[in-house]
């Protein structure tokens, strides 16, 4: 059974920072690429990060660069987004999503609460 377990989430005041997990199992962690994707209220969801296989690179959404770092670890089966410098605006659900390429999301976590407020 495939499973993506999300971790780290809380409630954090602005300009503070957050790590956030996603535990992989039942599959191939290094064969698929991982991202990070989130949901604020009321709204749709918004893609934050991804990092191929080999973690040899990654990506960001604007707004997030410089701010928010995305790791893994293929001998733990863990991906890690490092939050740093929160706004109000991170406040939102985070999801962990596996893909078998950078463009696909085959496989989601249940999703960790961010909640940015003082």
């Known amino acids: 059974e495939v499973q993506l377990v999300e971790s780290g989430g809380g409630l954090v005041q602005p300009g503070g920072s957050l790590r956030l997990s996603c535990a992989a199992s039942?599959?191939?962690?290094?064969?698929?690429?991982m991202s990070w994707v989130r949901q604020a209220p009321g709204k749709g969801l918004e893609w934050v990060s991804t990092i191929p296989w080999n973690g040899a690179s990654t990506y960001y959404a604007e707004s997030m660069k410089g701010r928010f770092t995305i790791s893994r670890d293929n001998a733990k089966n863990t991906l890690y987004l490092q939050m740093n410098s929160l706004k109000s605006e991170d406040t939102a659900v985070y999801y962990c999503a596996a893909g078998a390429t950078m463009a696909e999301y085959d496989y989601w976590g249940q999703g960790t609460q961010v909640t940015v407020s003082s």
């Open positions: 039942g599959f191939t962690f290094d064969d698929y690429a």
